[in-house]
């Protein structure tokens, strides 16, 4: 009784949201189960309503900031800052709540994802050569004009917002009760997977489910986090998936990945783009190369045997494990994607 009164006080938190009712399917993937010889599921957040899992989190932090705001008479202006599909999420949000938003992206951020953000009604401010430098002008207006800042992924409203895909999942997956030994998410500045992980720890999973992060090559600034131990500042972002273009994880990321012995694992721009590939045609869902990082880990042979080695291991450390690994993939989805962006990624990366 009390876990069911847990999992209903936290329906009813989440329910406050531009988009209180918005769930996504969790899909057996029958080609990849036979690659992996386990049970695969796609989480598929790229059916979200702004195509990504960005809105989950920061709908939940644009919804309760504006409950407060209204209560106070204040008027309400969003500003964000984003490589693209935060600044989406922001600015669907904000259009959901009837608000003004401003999104501030970098020069790296595709003509395509500057369109759509404005499309979508928010004002678009083009600032700086990467996410950082974008974020540190968007807290210069904060100060001078007063708007409300909405962090793309270091706040803990956006990772609570966050956590609701594990528990989709934990009321999803059949047979009823089944825990994930495995769930794999990639990284940016680690909102998806701070999210992940407190969503593992409210349904009892933490010592029964291994998380996996993917990055590519050239945005790893979690991987090298780890390996340091502390947190690392990468010089710049040389990957194509500029939608993982954070130079350094949140503090509150790596502290919690480490708690969690979450593997860490990097694919390369070229990997990520078959995986993109290798998903539209197993399951006729597009998806950018961002995303494609975490796929890479289950469609590569070479990255899967890594990634099922070190899972293994870590399952015998917790003294739990079955012969068929229930593994879950986060497909987070993106807006920085089309036929045509798609081919020309392979192209680049051939």
Known sequence: MAAVNKFAQFANKLSVHPFPRARTPLVYSNPLSKICSADVWLKMDALRPCGSFKDRGIGYLMQSKANELQKQGRDIHFISSSGGNAGFA???CGRQLNSKVTVVVPTITKPLMREKIAAAGAEVIVHG?????????????VQSKGYIYVHPFDDPLIWFGHSGLVHEVREQLTPEGTIPDLIVCVVGGGGLLNGILTGVEDCGWKDHTVVASAETIGCDSLTQALKAKSLVRLPGITSIATSLGARQVAAGVLEKALDHDVVPLTVT????VRACTALLDDERVLVEPACGAGLALLYENEKREELFSAVLERKKNMGSGRDRLCVVVEVCGGQIISAELLKEFERVTA
């Open 90 to 92: 922001a600015a669907i």
């Open 269 to 272: 721009d070229k990997q990520a």
């Open 129 to 141: 050569e990467n996410w950082n430098a974008a974020d540190e002008y968007t807290q210069s207006l």
